[in-house]
């Protein structure tokens, strides 16, 4: 409320148009220089890559299904993906 100063709350819409507008051109080489900056402070080793949005089923449970034929597909498309960027 004290940020605001009496003004409504932005909707989704609004952080969504920032992003799109503002982040979006910049994303790439904001994470860069974040990623370097970690990893001269000495938080980030480098020796360990982790990847997110990955379409690999992570928790099967007895409410999913698991196609063993789309996971390997994917699998096989992300590992390509992986060696693109790490050759990079």
């Known amino acids: 409320m004290y940020l605001l100063e009496g003004f409504p709350a932005p909707d989704h819409a609004t ?3 920032f992003r ?3 982040f979006a051109p910049c ?3 904001i994470l860069a220089e ?3 900056t970690l990893f001269g402070l000495g938080e980030t080793s480098g020796k360990s890559i982790f990847i997110d949005g990955t379409k690999i089923e992570a928790c099967a ?3 999913t299904f698991v196609w063993k034929k ?6 096989a498309k992300l590992l390509v993906k992986i060696a693109g960027l790490i050759a990079v």
Request: no cysteine.
């Open 15 to 17: 952080f969504a148009r």
């Open 27 to 29: 994303a790439k080489r």
């Open 34 to 36: 974040m990623s370097n």
């Open 61 to 63: 449970n007895k409410y």
């Open 70 to 75: 789309a996971v390997t597909k994917n699998q």
């Open 20 to 22: 799109s507008i503002h």
